[in-house]
């Protein structure tokens, strides 16, 4: 094993967006939290809405559920059902997010395959744009990335630098 | 060659989702285009900021070029830069929605890693929450599917039944 330097180690253990993709990040995860957003909790069920092979659905569940994302809870006629907890709840707007830009970037000619309306209003459902202060889209060059109560000293420093100081491009 | 049942075909090759995870659903591919909206360009940038394998972070560029994330471009001293295209940069909302369920659910406990601040302003910038047409938290139970101008026939058909339809559940 050859030694891995700290920029490593931050990036695959500590800093909660490489620890979300290693929970979410896998496709199929998405498309199983996704058919719970819209009712589905047994394995059947999962299996037919994604088509999805037995094997591959069951330790996908079984990750889900390790990661608190799901939990499995006794159902009627001695089967399981998966059932979101709170943090797979608030999954939803990444879901959104994540429906918004496929829909921008991904879809066919003939446009998005699932349109989300709001029950209550029927209104179109999408994840609401970032916005300034000034109401307009906000840009990523409109923000600036600070250490936060969780930054570990190496990113500290860094982050101290603004991102276009030549000390940080040398 | 076993033949796939159109669910599969629909899942891995229409939907937008599944598309938009097999571009972004790589932790790398997220970590690429988070140091690309806080102004990196360039590969050494790209390397030292991450700590990436170089043979890595080389795939993961000509991923995210191929899919028209980002684009190749010639800077000064014959080398070259990654600038995020439109496409790219319209990742940022979803960037700013996994950051905030990241944060939530997956920080240490000491808080976040990186704060974002409008640069303007200095207010805090978030992913804003989905809301009801009543101002209040948007839950996934308070959406409904619908077939969308891109829904192939099997999609469309089973949309058509209400999500907790018996005839789904059967």
């Known amino acids: 094993m050859q030694a891995m330097p700290p920029r490593t180690d931050f990036a695959q253990q500590l800093c909660p967006v490489a620890r979300t993709m290693a929970v979410l990040g896998e496709r ?18 999962f299996e037919r809405r994604l088509g999805i092979a037995p094997n591959i659905l069951a330790a996908r569940l079984r990750g889900l ?41 991904m879809a066919p000619p003939e446009g998005p395959l699932v349109e989300l309306r709001e029950r209550a209003t029927g209104r179109e459902v999408a994840a609401p744009p970032p916005l300034r202060s000034d109401g307009l889209p906000l840009m990523p060059e409109d923000v600036v990335a600070l250490p936060g109560p969780g930054a570990p000293p190496a990113l500290r420093a860094r982050l101290a630098r603004t991102p276009k100081d030549p000390a940080d491009a040398a």
């Open 28 to 45: 199929w995860a998405i498309l199983v939290l996704r058919e719970c957003f819209t009712g589905a909790s047994r394995f059947d069920e």
């Open 65 to 105: 559920v390790e990661h608190g994302v799901l939990e499995r809870v006794p159902a009627e006629g001695g089967r399981h059902e998966y059932r979101l907890t709170e943090k797979g709840r608030d999954v939803f707007p990444l879901y959104l997010a994540l429906k918004r830009w496929g829909d921008r970037w």
